[in-house]
């Protein structure tokens, strides 16, 4: 389907793998949060198999704040992927599976001492520093631990991509990171501390980027300043060029075409490096939404149908914003389709309306849809990122199931939660 | 303190009954979600005491989707509120604690069959229909269970409230209940369905509303509403007016002084309902937010600072855009205090960012504070309302304990989450 390669309409009906919607449905209950399996190993590959150099060593690693749950990890974990955590809880899903902690790289603003101390004793690969004082706190828990642990710091190359604001990510007054001005002091402080041993830079410029050029001059900034950090006596082979590739959402986005893309980037930044004399040991790149969203859809039961006399017609389904939370943060835009009517004509503009007692709890404003009956199952396409990551537990709704398909084959990988779990930490003494 | 009259400053402190918030938090860890039950109790005697009629029967429901969680469920019912429940999950959590199931009301769009099986099986007092394809489903289930469910319908009076789109309700595309243009047809069809007795109408027309002004014109609409349909034979006796009543969440907001108000509203209704030859049985407000936003704060540890080469200052606190959604949904304004310095003049300006991974996780733009130092409490005021209850579990970090003060005690009355509970619905297998 268009967007959605991993998507098929097969004589009117939405498959996923060899397994209807319908189906799947059927057999779980909705809504439910569906992967198509080998849709997530093919673009797992397309990754580490584009971004390759012969000069350095080009590391994959899955964001996994787009979507973190067991199977999820490891099936990250058997692709060969890197990870990169953003908590404690991240950390620990990664770890229930054996991700090996070699490969984990922690991320993040303000991490706790809590987390860092869990970092270190899990032996993870990096951790990528956000600030100075952090970098303290780091060294002295790495030092106690009688360990070094191998560090990137964050900064800004004041790249803009163009993106929501809530998700733009290296302006000049981000939360995130140092700006170039004034981390060349802040890596002279890090290259001094005990328990710390500086490995690089990383930047992020923004999610959902459509252009690649932002990319590449972002990555050329950051060449840059790892020459005039040389030219300090700053020691830095590793550059972490972060994530944010676009994906389609609905009609009029155009992602980046990934693989030549990436083979473009890989031999740009060994030219680029060679041109400036720097000796790059590792590149890493950072996909989360781009490695998981295309892969996942969202199943739904239409219910009451209400036609308004302003015209505004209303389908209302059994999830909403509490599943996806993107539409109300950042008034995302998605795809609709009926399940088992692909072939049908449109008859309307529908407004598809969750359950969640808020007006604004609309996950599409106006979907061109043949006239919804109650029962059928409407799917919201390419929902595999942020959206069970982000799940709110509003008007006590239950956190829908996860299933993977893989062929004829169907699996549970995160069960629904049930009224008790919904009460679990309540205490009713 | 200013707009926060449960709150203390003692000798610069801040104090929640006797109980200062450094204890708290050196008691139970941050972030921590605390109420002060008295304020809670007040609060709802506040409502009961003051919205009273001779000649009607005035029922205050506690619309428990401000925050639903079992403690608090159960002081709602000591004293004496009724309650709405917009889900199996929050009708779950009061019958948990044994709440009257004949005070609970069923509220919401797109009621599922499972939920109002569950409704009618508890035996709950009313359920308020959203629209006629929903009265027929309720009809169904309750006739097949033999039973008699009371009914309301509601309608939008098609007032604004000067409120954020989100949470404006009562406009004319608004996803909730019938326009008065066709409300009138619903509720001939409604008053003729097997299983169903039709007893009144409700009506929302929005949130965090500070004229009072709206919401007595709504009162009239729907009284004249009432009166067209006793000409047409309908029979209804209940008025529900919902809520939506403002509260102080910074600097500028003016709440309505709510004992007044609901005794000149109580009398107001006597006379208008009298005026028109309307026998009001039941009129019922709905506070939620007003209920319980203001008897509660949230309790962070400030970790690092960082200030940025352009002038901005970020302290950083340990929860953030999960803890509290409101700010990254509604732009919502707070006030944040450092615990133990509220007599210390400001510094600066300082952003509040959190620890979530996302540039919009800033809780609060502009705050000026004393410098903030790393290990400072740092207090968000009047959180009791929309944060716990929409708690998002993104980046996978643990839902805040919910503690209860009163006086010198104190106690845990939702306990935070383990990282075992956070991975609790993941299939390791």
Redesign the interface.
Known sequence: MKGFPDFQNKEGRLVVGECTAKDLAATYGTPLYVYDEEALRRQARTFVNHFKSDSYKARILYAS?AA????LIRLAKEEGLNLDV?????L??AL??NFPPDRIIF??????DRELEAAVEAGIGFVVL??L??AR?LSTIADKAGQTVEVLLRVNPGVEAHTH?????AT?????G??L??AGEALQVIQGLPGLRLRGLHCHIGSQIFADDAFIKAAHIMLDFMVACQGQGLSMDILDLGGGFGVFYEDGDQPIDLAPFLEGLAQDLEKEARDRGIRLAEVWLEPGRSMVNNAGLTLYTV????R???G?N?A???GGMGDN?RV??YQAGYTAVLADRLDDAADNTW?I???Y??????LIKGAPLPDPQ?GDILAILGTGAYTF???????????PAVVFVKGKDHR??????S?D????????E
């Open positions: 704040k973190s749950f067991a199977a953003v908590s404690e809880g991240e620990y899903t229930a599976v991320h993040g603003n303000n991490k706790l956000d600030n004082s952090e706190r604001d809530y998700i733009k990510t000049s007054d981000s939360k995130f140092l700006g001005a004034t219910g009451d149908i209400k308004l006399a302003d505004t209303y209302f389904i059994d939370m109300a943060l407004r309306a969750g359950k007692c808020e007006s604004g709890d609309v109650p990551s982000m799940f709110s537990g509003y008007n006590r709704l239950p956190r549970e990988v995160v069960r629904r939660e009224l779990d919904i009460i679990a930490q309540d205490l009713l």
